[in-house]
C-alpha cells in the first residue's frame, strides 16, 4: 500500500493522488515524501506527459500537514549531529518542493516546464499548504468546511518546507503576518481573497485540468524566479518594507513578550530571507527551522500541544472494554453562566439538551445565552438563521425535573454549595433512568464528599469545566472514590463529542488545575505584602508566556472568590491550613469592596465603561513599594515553582494518572507557559538536579511551601526526566 499514486490519461495530464491508507487525513512521512518525488520524477521524464495534477483521495480535505514524528525521527536518525540531520533533511523536502516549483524548466531561458497544478477537495494545512504554494496554480473546491493556513507555530514551530519563504514572497510581509504569525486558518474563499490560493470552483479538477492543458510557459513561472521581481511590500531596505518589518518585530516581541523562539526564529527567516535569492532564502529558512527544532521548547510543545494532545483527544486513558457511551440526552442542571455554557455547547454537538432551573424564567434567561451567541455568530457571519433555529430547538428550558426522564448523562451546575448539591442530586436521582450517570461541575468541592448523597455512586462523577465553557478547551474529569469504569467511559465519550481536550484525575482538595491556579495567585500577593510592585509581578509572568498575570487574573475571576475559596478551605482543614499573607491581602481588598472587574474596582482601577485603567495605587497605602526590587528571574521562579511543584505533588499522590494530562491540563486548562510543554516538561527542560537544587534555596528564603518533593528529589539523585522515567502509556512511576 502507497500514500501516493500516479495515472497518465490519454490527453497527457498526470494526476498523483495523495491517500494515504487507515487515515481520515493525509499526513505526510518518509515514505509519502519518496513516493512522492518517484511520482514527479518520473512524470517530468515521460515525454507523453505534457502537465501534472496533485490532489487528494480523501473526501474534503487536501492534507492535514506533517507527521510531527518524522521530525523527531529525523533528529534521532542524525546520531551525534542532530542539528546536521534536521538541516540536511530539511533541505531534501525544499529540494523536493523547488522540484515541483521548476518542473523541468530551462535554468537560463525559464522554458519548456510542464504546468503542475494542485486541486484541493478541502482543508490544507502545514505542508499540505506548502505542496499547492510549490505548484503552478491551487484551485480548491467550493467547500465552506475547508480551511487553508499554516498553523504551525501554534504547536511551537513554523512553516519549513518553503511556506515561509513562498507566502512571504507571494504576498509580502506584512499580509503574510496572519498566517504565518498566527498560524491563521481560512475558508477557501478568504484564502483566495488573500491570495494563497487562485480558484476556488464548484468543479476544481476540470477546472485544474483545462488550465494544464492551455499553460503557457509565462503562465508556470513563478514571480521570484522572472527577472526584476520585487517584493509586495518592499524588503527590509525598501523604504515602505522598511517600516514593515520594523512594526512586525515590535508586534511579534509585543504579544510573546519574547517567550516564544518559534515566533522569533520565524521573523529572522523572514528577514534575512527578503534580503537574498530564493534559493539562498529556502537555506536560511531551513537553519532556522533546524534552529527552533533544536530548542528544548520545540521538542516540548509537539508533545504536549500535538502528540499528548491528540492521544488524550483519541482515548488514550480510557477505560477498556466499556462500550460506545455518546450522550444521546443530557440534563442540566442549573441555568447560570457555566449551566448555560454546557448546554450550548452541547446543543453545538447535535445533544439534545434539557435545561433546568428554580423556575422559567431563569432557564429562560440560560437559553437566552446560546441565542445570544449565536446572534453574534450571524453579525459575523459565522453563522446562519437556520443554524440558531436548529441550535435552540435541540435546548428544553424548563423548572419541570420530571423532564429529565430519559437522559443518559446529567451534569448538575447548581451553586458551590455541598447542601445545595446534595438535595438537587437526590430530587434528581428519583426521576432519571436508574442508568443515568450523574456529574457535578464543581471546579473546588470534593467529588467523593458529594457522592454521598447519591445512591450510587459508582455512577456519580466530577466535570469540572472551565469559564467561559465555549471558549476554553480543557474539562477535568474527576474520579471519586467508588466511581466506576462506565462513568469514566461516558464522560470522556461526551467530552470528545463537544470537541473539548479531556484529562482524568483521582479526587483531591481542588483537584489538579486549581490545585496549581491558587499557589500562582497567592503567590503573586504574598509579593505585593513584601512591596514588590505589581506591575513587576504581571510582567514577569507574561514574559514567561502566561496571558495574563496573577494579579490580573485575580481581578478577573473576582476577588471574593479567593476570598469564600480561603475561608471555605480553613474550615476543612482546620488547624492544618497554611496561613498566608495573601489572605490578608484579599480579605482587606473585599472589606474594601475593591472586588475586581465585576465591581470597576480592584487591584486596578477601571474606567465608566470598565476598561482596565492603571493598578490601584490604594495598595501602597497598605503595603508600600520596596525601595529594592527583587530580580526579574527571582519572581519568575516563585511563580512558576509555585504551580510546577504542585503539580509534582499531583503525580506523587496519584491525584494525577498520566504525566501528558500534566501538562496539557496545564497549557489549556490556565494557560501555563505554552513554549515549555507545561510544567513536567518545564522540569525536564531545567533539569531535575537543577530544580531541586532551586527549591531548597526558595524554601530557605521564602518557606516550606517550596520545599523539593520527595519524588522530585529522588529523581535529581538518579538524574531522571520525567519524561524518562513515567511511561506516558502506564498508569504509575517505574
Not at 444521546?328 to 454546557?342: C, E, F, N, T, Y
Not at 446562519?384 to 436548529?390: H, S
Not at 468541592?445 to 455512586?457: H, M, N, W
Not at 475561608?567 to 482543614?573: E, F, I, N, V
Request: contains cysteine; glycine residues 10%.
Amino acid at each position: 500500500m502507497t500514500d501516493f499514486t500516479m495515472k497518465t490519461d490519454a490527453e497527457g495530464i498526470a494526476t498523483i493522488t495523495w491517500d494515504v491508507p487507515n487515515k481520515s487525513m493525509n499526513v505526510m512521512s518518509f515514505d509519502g515524501l519518496r513516493e512522492l518525488e518517484e511520482n514527479i520524477d518520473a512524470a517530468l521524464a515521460d515525454e507523453a506527459v505534457k502537465g501534472i495534477i496533485i490532489t487528494s483521495g480523501k473526501e474534503g480535505s487536501f492534507a492535514g500537514g506533517m507527521d510531527l514524528n518524522l521530525l523527531a525521527k529525523m533528529k534521532a536518525d542524525a546520531g551525534d549531529d542532530p542539528a546536521k540531520g534536521l538541516f540536511e533533511g530539511t533541505m531534501k523536502m525544499h529540494a523536493l518542493l523547488r522540484k515541483i516549483e521548476r518542473a523541468g524548466m530551462d535554468k537560463k531561458t525559464n522554458k519548456g516546464g510542464k504546468p503542475v497544478a494542485a486541486v484541493l477537495p478541502g482543508t490544507a494545512a502545514g505542508i499540505g499548504l506548502e505542496i499547492p504554494l510549490a505548484t503552478h496554480r491551487t484551485f480548491v473546491a467550493n467547500n465552506p468546511k475547508a480551511r487553508i493556513g499554516l498553523p504551525e507555530i501554534l504547536v511551537g514551530i513554523f512553516p519549513g518546507a518553503g511556506g515561509t519563504t513562498r507566502m512571504v514572497r507571494k504576498l509580502g510581509a506584512m499580509a503574510a503576518s496572519p498566517f504565518l504569525l498566527e498560524g491563521k486558518m481560512v475558508s477557501p474563499e478568504a484564502a483566495q481573497k488573500a491570495g494563497i490560493i487562485d480558484e476556488v470552483s464548484d468543479d476544481p479538477m476540470a477546472a485544474a485540468r483545462a488550465w494544464v492543458l492551455s499553460a503557457t510557459d509565462a503562465d508556470i513561472l513563478k514571480p521570484w524566479d522572472a527577472k526584476g521581481y520585487k517584493m509586495p511590500g518592499g524588503t527590509p531596505y525598501h523604504p515602505a518594507g522598511f517600516m514593515t518589518f520594523v512594526g512586525a518585530s515590535a508586534m511579534v516581541n509585543g504579544k510573546t513578550k519574547g517567550a516564544f523562539p518559534a515566533a522569533k526564529a520565524l521573523l529572522s527567516a523572514v528577514y534575512e530571507g527578503a534580503l537574498v535569492p530564493f534559493d539562498t532564502a529556502l537555506k536560511i529558512e531551513a537553519r532556522w527551522f533546524t534552529h527552533v527544532l533544536m530548542n528544548p521548547s520545540s521538542e516540548a510543545m509537539i508533545r504536549s500541544l500535538f502528540l499528548n494532545k491528540e492521544a488524550l483527544e483519541k482515548g488514550a486513558v480510557r477505560p477498556e472494554g466499556v462500550p460506545d457511551q455518546r450522550v444521546k440526552k443530557l440534563g442540566v442542571l442549573g441555568a447560570g453562566m457555566m449551566g448555560a455554557g454546557i448546554a450550548l455547547v452541547s446543543a453545538q454537538a447535535g445533544i439534545e439538551v434539557v435545561l433546568i432551573d428554580r423556575d422559567q424564567a431563569a432557564a429562560d434567561k440560560g437559553k437566552a445565552y446560546a441565542a445570544t451567541y449565536m446572534d453574534k455568530g450571524i453579525a459575523r457571519k459565522k453563522a446562519t438563521p437556520e443554524k440558531k433555529e436548529a441550535l435552540l430547538s435541540l435546548i428544553t428550558a424548563t423548572p419541570d425535573v420530571d423532564a429529565l426522564k430519559g437522559c443518559d448523562l446529567i451534569i448538575e451546575a447548581v451553586f458551590e454549595d455541598p447542601k445545595v448539591k446534595a438535595e438537587i442530586t437526590k430530587r434528581v436521582e428519583a426521576v432519571i433512568p436508574e442508568d443515568c450517570i450523574f456529574a457535578s461541575n464543581t471546579s473546588t468541592l470534593p467529588i467523593s464528599e458529594l457522592a454521598k448523597a447519591s445512591s450510587r455512586p459508582e455512577q456519580f462523577i466530577g466535570i469540572h469545566f472551565f469559564s467561559p465553557v465555549e471558549k476554553m478547551l480543557l474539562v477535568e474529569i474527576i474520579k471519586g472514590a467508588e466511581t466506576g469504569d462506565r462513568a469514566v467511559a461516558k464522560s470522556l465519550d461526551y467530552v470528545r463529542q463537544i470537541r473539548k481536550t479531556p484529562i482524568v484525575v483521582n479526587d483531591a482538595r481542588f483537584f489538579y488545575a486549581n490545585r496549581c491556579i491558587i499557589p500562582y495567585v497567592n503567590e503573586g500577593a504574598r509579593m505585593i505584602t513584601e512591596g514588590v510592585a505589581p506591575w513587576m509581578i504581571d510582567h514577569a509572568a507574561q514574559m514567561l508566556g502566561f496571558p495574563v498575570g496573577p494579579i490580573q487574573l485575580t481581578d478577573e475571576t473576582s476577588i471574593d472568590l479567593g476570598a469564600k475559596i480561603a475561608r471555605a478551605t480553613k474550615a476543612a482543614m482546620g488547624d492544618a491550613y497554611p496561613e498566608s499573607p495573601a489572605d490578608e491581602l484579599i480579605f482587606w481588598m473585599e472589606e474594601k469592596g475593591r472586588l475586581g472587574r465585576k465591581s470597576n474596582a480592584g487591584f486596578f482601577d477601571y474606567d465608566e465603561k470598565g476598561k482596565r485603567q492603571d493598578y490601584w495605587k490604594g495598595m501602597q497605602e497598605k503595603y508600600p513599594l520596596a525601595d529594592v526590587q527583587p530580580d526579574l528571574i527571582e519572581v519568575q521562579h516563585r511563580l512558576m515553582f509555585a504551580q510546577v511543584l504542585e503539580a509534582v505533588r499531583a503525580l506523587e499522590e496519584g491525584v494525577l494518572m498520566d504525566i501528558r494530562e500534566g501538562d496539557v491540563g496545564a497549557i489549556l486548562g490556565w494557560g501555563f507557559a505554552p513554549w515549555s510543554g507545561g510544567p513536567l516538561s518545564w522540569l525536564d527542560i531545567i533539569g531535575t538536579p537543577y530544580a531541586a537544587e532551586r527549591c531548597d534555596q526558595l524554601a530557605e528564603k521564602y518557606g516550606k511551601r517550596f520545599a523539593c518533593p520527595d519524588l522530585l528529589r529522588d529523581m535529581a539523585d538518579k538524574g531522571q526526566s520525567f519524561y524518562g522515567r513515567f511511561n506516558p502509556e502506564k498508569k504509575a512511576a517505574a
